[in-house]
Every structure is written in structure tokens, then in C-alpha cells.
């Protein structure tokens, strides 16, 4: 595949801290900084009790490059994932998160559906600009296989 066609490809991404460690992430806290970003987003709390937590799951809209994504967050396992991504989309949300999110100094990892689908341990998103970020992330969608 070319690397546009890559870059094109939608999955699902998944963020989330270090095993054994937490951002402290909060539902309220999430859903007030994607309300700072656009006070339209949606936002939803389910207090499921299929979850460990009451409130198991946050559901959410969030726009990136100007295109509606859709989201969900729990508290354990801690993370929060962005459905339906193109790798560009994915390393601006992430951008995102890690400046208005997640805790300064720590660590952001990152898999996909796919990635999960295929075993491939969690990595960690890079410090770096999107550009760098996206191409990361196009690299872990070419070792998820299967892009023939």
C-alpha cells in the first residue's frame, strides 16, 4: 500500500497510561476540557453496571480538522479511545489530549483495533509534532498486517 492509502485508513485508537500507572482521569474533568474546545460537544456518562465503576463509560463527540469524531472514555482499565480515525486525525486528538488532558510529564501509549486484533503490545505515542506522531502511527498500522 502507498503511504496515502495508509494514511487514509480508519480505525479505532486507543490512548491510555503506562501499565500500572494513571493519569487521574476523571469523567467530569474530560468532559469540561472538551467543552473548553467547543461547548456544543456531546457528552454522555453511562452508569452502566457492567463496569467496575459506577458511570463505566463516557461517551463523546469531538471535532478535529474540523471533522466530527466519536469517542468513548473509562476509568478502568483507564483510557480513552477516538473511533473511525485516519492516523492524522488520531495524532491531532492526541496532541490534544496530552496538552489539555493528560497530567504534564507523563506518558501517553496508544494501540489500535487492529493492533489489538493482532497482539501488538501498547507503544508510546512520541513527544513530538503530529507529523512525527502520524507517521507512528502509520508504521503500527503496517505491522498490524494484513494492508495488502
Known sequence: M?????????????????????WGLTYE??????????????????????????????????????EQLEGMALLSPEGVSVMDCTVGLASGFVTWLRSDVVPEDMTVTFNTEWGLEADLPDGPVPDADRLHIAAVFAEHLVETGDLD
Open 2 to 22: 502507498e503511504p496515502e492509502e495508509i494514511a487514509a485508513l480508519r480505525t479505532m485508537y486507543v490512548f491510555t497510561p503506562p501499565e500500572g500507572e494513571s
Open 29 to 66: 474533568d474530560l468532559a469540561a476540557r472538551l467543552r473548553e474546545r467547543n461547548p456544543e460537544e456531546f457528552v454522555r456518562i453511562d452508569d452502566g453496571t457492567d463496569g467496575p465503576v459506577t458511570g463505566s463509560s463516557m461517551h463523546f463527540g469531538v471535532t478535529v480538522d474540523g
